[in-house]
């Protein structure tokens, strides 16, 4: 009886509690990189880097690593300096990565992470939840920034004589397939290990992303979906957002 009221008390909050099969070793994706990577000073690239927070956890899994850092709000990238600007290793670029080198419009959240050139619905149930917790109209919730750099991996690439990345974090809010094309150099010649990504299901963009737009470009050049992480809710009709974390590696 108290075990089922736990288990009701934890479904009301949004989790869900299962037994764990102890004969199965459940890697998180931390323990898929350093499993796949065995570099002690791997080339990172961290596509949406907010304010760091994914620095922080590269560097905690590769000290040594080199990372170079892409973030195009304005704001989070001022605090994206303060903690990270003298590391060594660590490049920090206030530009959007995509298909290729030019501006765009880019729409600035009130809550910094859900920034993204894709401009957010006004005709979401998490819209009108987000604005409420920042004090704010649906209106306002986000604003537009004009003439926003954006470049492609494989030009910035060329650009700074890097031939090889071994993780390809990417974290865009909806622009994930741009930035799959402006990698087609890299990816066409399994110049990068392991991707690993972000897929937004549902509508709280204007456009949202399909597996097939991700892995048309993953597949066809030899990369293979080998993990994924389901972000809260499961499924598009339950919850406020439906998003998972992927992960692709070389079918080697």
Not at 27 to 34: N, V
Request: hydrophobic share 35%; aromatic share 12%; net charge positive.
């Amino acid at each position: 009886m108290l075990k089922n009221f736990v288990k009701k008390v934890f479904n009301s909050l949004g989790y869900d509690i299962n037994r764990i099969d102890k004969s199965i070793n459940r890697l998180s994706f931390d323990d898929i990189h350093k499993l796949k990577i065995k570099k002690t000073n791997p080339m990172i690239f961290d596509v949406g880097a907010n304010v760091g927070q994914s620095i922080e956890r590269f560097r905690g899994i590769f000290p040594n690593s080199t990372i170079h850092s892409f973030e195009p709000s304005v704001s989070a990238y001022d605090e994206l300096k303060k903690n990270f600007y003298n590391l060594n290793n660590v490049f920090l670029n206030n530009i959007g990565i995509g298909e290729k080198n030019t501006k765009r419009n880019f729409y600035s959240a009130a809550k910094s992470e859900t920034s993204s050139f894709i401009k957010i619905s006004n005709n979401t149930k998490w819209i009108k939840t987000r604005s409420k917790e920042f004090n704010t109209s649906i209106q306002d919730y986000s604003k537009v920034i004009d003439e926003t750099p954006v470049e492609s991996i494989d030009n910035y690439c060329r650009k700074n004589s890097i031939d090889y990345i071994d993780i390809l974090k990417i974290d865009t809010q909806g622009y994930e397939e741009k930035v799959l094309i402006g990698t087609q150099n890299f990816l066409k010649n399994n110049k990068i290990s392991i991707i690993e990504t972000e897929l937004i299901l549902d509508d709280v963009y204007e456009e949202h992303v399909s597996f097939f737009q991700i892995e048309k470009y993953l597949i066809t050049n030899n990369y293979r979906l080998v993990a994924v992480k389901p972000m809260i809710y499961n499924n598009l009709y339950e919850g406020n957002i439906f998003v998972v974390d992927l992960i692709y590696t070389l079918n080697k």
